[in-house]
């Protein structure tokens, strides 16, 4: 069984950064599409960013440009790298792996941006 554990939540200020972490237990990480989504209170999951297993990128209009997503298949880890953060990127930060008929996600880490 894959398990997925985020780090890197925290409490920043607007115009702050953040960088997220996603850790695989396992190398199947490494032929795996990855994804960031995000569920603010009261809201739906949101699609964030994914890189697929080329490392090809797409991003959420909402973060283009602010958030870069990258895959180290070396150390099984997905990152979020998380620039000029505004109050509305309020969220649990949840990581996602898809392969095949295979789909795991982490158990969210808590990003809060507020003054």
């Known amino acids: 069984q894959v398990q997925l554990v985020e780090s890197g939540g925290g409490l920043v200020q607007p115009g702050g950064s953040l960088r997220l972490s996603c850790a695989a237990s396992?190398?199947?990480?490494?032929?795996?599409?990855m994804g960031w989504y995000r569920q603010a209170p009261g809201k739906e999951r949101e699609l964030v960013a994914t890189?697929?297993?080329?490392?090809?990128?797409k991003y959420a209009d909402s973060v283009k440009g602010r958030f870069t997503i990258s895959r180290d298949n070396a150390k099984n880890t997905l990152y979020l790298q998380m620039n000029s953060l505004k109050p509305e990127d309020t969220a649990v930060y949840y990581c996602?792996?898809?392969?095949?008929?295979?789909?795991?996600w982490g158990q969210g880490t808590l990003v809060t941006v507020s003054s």
């Open positions: 890189v697929s297993t080329f490392h090809s990128t």
């Open positions: 996602n792996l898809a392969v095949l008929s295979l789909e795991i």
């Open positions: 396992r190398s199947i990480f490494s032929i795996a599409n």
